[in-house]
């Protein structure tokens, strides 16, 4: 029997995990990615749930817990570098509850690419330009004048989405913006002040800035922020948007602010996609470009790689039905993507306050967490995704 074949467009977590997964239940796979090469950095998550399941169903857990965060403070700072409080790493771990792992978004990619470069082909430089589709199978056109033609096309290519764009509709119809920005920058150091195997936030109503101490040398800095117009802030550029929206000498912005090289800047507008449906004939949306729960709910990365192994093992359960493959996919994971959406849009106050309520709301739990008795009850209730 001939093997199927997958194409995937989009290297990052959604991508590869569906390469993995789609590689191991025998397809062949090719995926297609814009960038010119491998990314790095991202922000941060808290890796857990379904997420964590579906790496160790696909092997891959062991190499991801060599890479986790571990072992960190959540120390908290006034504007001007003083402390304010600090939640210590044992009560942070009870935090993240069982399983879960703070990991850097390139670190997740860069487990899943090692575990996948040798069973899939991976296309850098080349994205899609067009598709159509029959009864047989789908063909897309790429942008090096290539075709190529499968038994099904993943559209895993984020936010926005060619694939999305190309199948579904522009944009604009399935966007749904929570008036925030993001950016996220690796470090060459720790800033002077910030204390080690730590993640360090100063607060100001409408706007945080983290820096985290991610252990082995290596540093990173994340940036939120309130704005009633996230296109226009994406317009002005990284380094002239943060400049505006971080002024004076809050503690260690203006050093990174001046030194700041924009090509290595991970900055986009904090989004959720909201679609009816993730399938139309042959074509999948799936992680970014399918649902974006955005990183206040703090799953993304989880739901990306459970996705795409629950998609693994529909495809498997109904090999000689695609449609009915994709029905069960979309109807076993959509009610979680639903409620994670709602969590992301309910968590937008404790990431950027809008006021003095929302920050002392943000910080409660946060103090009450030192307190061991009540400690457990809060892991169950909070979204530790906070920085």
């Known amino acids: 029997m001939t093997a199927r074949r997958v194409i995937i467009v989009g290297a990052g977590i959604a991508g590869l995990a569906a390469a993995l997964r789609l590689s191991q239940i025998g397809w062949e796979t090719l995926v297609v990615e814009r960038a010119p090469s491998r990314r790095e950095g991202g922000y941060m998550v808290v890796f857990s749930g379904l997420g964590h399941a579906a790496a160790e169903h696909m092997g891959v857990l062991p190499a991801l817990q060599e890479r986790q965060v571990?072992?960190?403070?959540?120390?908290?700072?006034?504007?001007?570098?003083?402390?304010?409080?600090?939640?210590?790493?044992?009560?942070?771990?009870?935090?993240?509850?069982?399983?879960?792992?703070?990991?850097l978004r390139g670190d997740i990619e860069d487990v899943l690419y090692e575990a996948v470069a040798d069973q899939a082909h991976i296309r850098f430089g080349t994205t899609v330009t067009a598709v159509t589709q029959d009864d047989e199978g789908v063909e897309v056109t790429l942008s090096d004048g290539s075709t190529e033609r499968a038994d099904l096309l993943v559209g895993a290519d984020g936010l926005h989405s060619t694939v999305r764009a190309l199948v579904f509709g522009p944009e604009e119809r399935y966007r749904r913006d929570l008036g925030h920005v993001v950016a996220a920058l690796i470090l060459d150091k720790l800033p002077?002040?910030?204390?080690?195997?730590?993640?360090?936030?100063?607060?100001?109503?409408?706007?945080?800035?983290?820096?985290?101490?991610?252990?082995?040398?290596?540093?990173?800095a994340f940036f939120t922020y309130s704005t009633e117009d996230p296109d226009a802030e994406l317009a002005k550029g990284p380094r002239?948007?943060?400049?505006?929206?971080?002024?004076?000498?809050?503690?260690a912005t203006p050093r990174l602010l001046a030194d700041l090289r924009e090509e290595a800047v991970y900055f986009d507008s904090v989004s959720q996609i909201v679609m009816d449906r993730w399938s139309r004939g042959r074509v999948v949306l799936l992680g970014d470009a399918a649902w974006c729960v955005t990183l206040f709910a703090g799953y993304g990365s989880?739901?990306?790689?459970?996705?795409a192994?629950?998609?693994?093992?529909?495809?498997?359960?109904?090999?000689?039905?695609?449609?009915?493959?994709?029905?069960?996919?979309?109807?076993?994971?959509?009610?979680?993507?639903?409620?994670?959406?709602?969590?992301?849009?309910?968590?937008?106050g404790v990431h950027a306050p809008r006021n003095r309520f929302e920050l002392a709301m943000r910080d409660l739990p946060l103090r009450l967490a030192t307190v061991p008795p009540v400690t457990h009850l809060l892991s169950r209730h909070l979204s530790f995704h906070n920085q």
Do not use: C
């Open 70 to 103: 571990d072992a960190f403070d959540l120390a908290y700072l006034r504007a001007d570098g003083r402390p304010r409080f600090k939640v210590p790493h044992t009560t942070v771990r009870r935090l993240l509850g069982d399983g879960g792992m703070a990991l």
């Open 309 to 348: 192994d629950l998609l693994g093992t529909e495809l498997e359960r109904h090999p000689a039905d695609l449609p009915a493959a994709l029905r069960a996919w979309e109807n076993v994971l959509r009610p979680e993507v639903l409620e994670r959406q709602r969590k992301g849009r309910a968590n937008t």
């Open 302 to 307: 989880s739901l990306a790689v459970g996705g």
């Open 240 to 251: 002239r948007a943060l400049r505006q929206a971080y002024p004076g000498s809050r503690w």
């Open 192 to 220: 002077d002040g910030a204390p080690e195997r730590a993640f360090t936030t100063v607060t100001a109503i409408g706007r945080t800035f983290t820096v985290a101490d991610l252990g082995r040398g290596r540093a990173a």
